[in-house]
């Protein structure tokens, strides 16, 4: 019975071994196995299996992108001005072996090459520039620190400035600045909407005035034609009446040939046209040289009518 018992305990032993050195890498890891102490290889995703009491883990490694916000780190600008600055580091591991053998603590190592290297850059720029180059040093530092932790099995894949801020009275001046930039500016665009006003009237009151003048031009123009139309309608009429009338003595003329009056009626018409002229205003009267003749004619008729 006790050899029996000694030998379920050798067995769980050799299976405890056996399974603590059966391994499973999961996505976007790696493992750094170490056999009595040297490199011995790196594995990558699926089932591995060591050699016991001899191989082990030494590192275990997130391959996916990782990001560190470090805290605000003090530089002096060109014009010796002190401001903080913290920063984020966008960086992945590409080579496990160079990341676990290269540097020691290899994320106090970013941090430190990111402080020295962001005081480098501000230290050349002024404080305006500071202020309005992100960009510019983003990249700079981003180019810095990818090339020297290539040797550390790290590529570093973006920089970011957090946050800039400056003393506290560069602060003040700096808001006051910019309150008396926007009250300018509000002051232009009052005296351009003022003046863009004042074009608007000036322009309608113009083409008010143009259409006005147009408006009288055209009503003397339909004024003109109106009593030209009128003019001619009247004088068409005075034509038509003359016309009528030429026709009338025409007419009677006509008559009076297809009569064929004789001698005495002549006579008489032209008495009665005399009658006509003595009863008038004129102040001469021309007396035929036949009134003789005339007054033989009236007397004739006046028996006649006896």
Same mark, same amino acid.
């Given at each position: 019975?006790?050899? @029996? ?38 594995? /990558? ?17 997130? &391959? ?14 060109? /014009? ?44 050349? &720029? ?19 620190? /990818? ?17 800039? @801020? ?5 602060? %003040? ?38 259409? %006005? ?37 025409? %007419?009677?003329?006509? @008559? ?51």
């Amino acid at each position: 019975m006790e050899y @029996m018992g000694f030998l379920v305990v050798i067995i769980a032993i050799i299976v405890v071994i056996i399974v603590s050195c059966v391994k499973i890498v999961p996505q976007a890891h790696a493992y750094v196995i170490e056999r009595l102490g040297a490199y011995q290889a790196t594995w /990558d995703v699926g089932l591995h299996f060591m050699v016991p009491l001899i191989d082990k883990v030494s590192r275990k490694v997130l &391959l996916k992108e990782q990001v560190i916000d470090f805290p605000p780190q003090p530089v002096i600008t060109k /014009d010796n001005v002190t401001m903080q600055i913290d920063t984020l580091i966008f960086f992945q591991i590409t080579d496990p072996k160079l990341y676990s053998y290269g540097v020691d603590n290899p994320i106090n190592a970013i941090e430190n090459l990111t402080a020295t290297t962001l005081r480098n850059i501000i230290g050349d &720029l002024e404080l305006d520039q500071t202020l309005t180059s992100r960009e510019l040093i983003n990249t700079k530092m981003r180019a810095a620190l /990818d090339e020297a932790t290539d040797p550390w099995g790290i590529k570093v894949n973006r920089v970011e400035l957090k946050n800039i @801020m400056p003393p506290a009275p560069i602060r %003040d001046a700096m808001e006051k600045q910019m309150k008396a930039e926007r009250e300018k500016r509000e002051s232009i665009l009052r005296s351009e909407g003022e003046k863009q006003s004042a074009i608007l009237v000036a322009e309608g009151k113009k083409q008010a005035a143009i259409l %006005d003048a147009e408006a009288d031009k055209q009503a003397k123009i339909l004024e003109a034609e109106a009593i030209k139309e009128a003019t001619i309608r009247e004088a068409e009429g005075e034509a038509q009446a003359i016309l009528a009338v030429q026709q009338a003595t025409a %007419d009677g003329i006509r @008559m009076i040939n297809e009569a064929t009056p004789s001698d005495k009626v002549i006579e008489l018409k032209s008495l009665e046209a005399f009658a006509k002229a003595a009863d008038g205003k004129a102040t001469k009267i021309i007396v035929p040289s036949n009134i003789s003749n005339l007054a033989g004619v009236i007397s004739a008729l006046n028996e006649t009518v006896k």
